[in-house]
């Protein structure tokens, strides 16, 4: 499957943003969906998961309340609502898919990944 991330810019601080990944190539909807982040020099790390039916959903707890992770198996897209926006919030997003029915924050778990959408947070 191959995936496409959309949505990324830059905004204040406070503001939201919505990012999208479009997957192509097999059936969307078999697959569990992720997104991560990587912010320069540190580590690829989990942002949130959703398991293939839709539910549950996993947060990281830095952005547990502020992110809502949801997908759309029509149009085979998996998207990441981010609001109250921090500088810290500041990574490059990927998306991640898993040909699982369970959702995992497991960077390892993921067997596609996108290119990335710059996200920067600046006043």
């Known amino acids: 499957v191959q995936l496409q991330a959309s949505g990324g810019g830059t905004v204040q601080p406070g503001a939201s943003l919505r990012l999208s990944c479009v997957a192509s190539?097999?059936?969307?909807?078999?697959?569990?969906m992720g997104w991560f982040r990587q912010a320069p020099g540190k580590e690829r790390e989990f942002v949130a998961a959703?398991?293939?039916?839709?539910?549950?959903?996993y947060y990281a707890d830095s952005v547990k309340g502020r992110f809502t992770i949801s997908r759309d198996n029509v149009k085979s897209t998996v998207y990441l609502q981010m609001n109250s926006l921090k500088p810290e919030d500041t990574a490059v997003y990927y998306c991640?898919?898993?040909?699982?029915?369970?959702?995992?924050?497991?960077?390892?778990?993921?067997?596609?990944w996108g290119q990335g959408t710059q996200v920067t947070v600046s006043s």
């Open positions: 959703l398991s293939f039916s839709g539910v549950p959903a």
């Open positions: 991640a898919g898993r040909s699982s029915s369970s959702a995992t924050n497991r960077r390892v778990g993921y067997d596609y």
């Open positions: 190539g097999r059936t969307f909807s078999s697959y569990s």
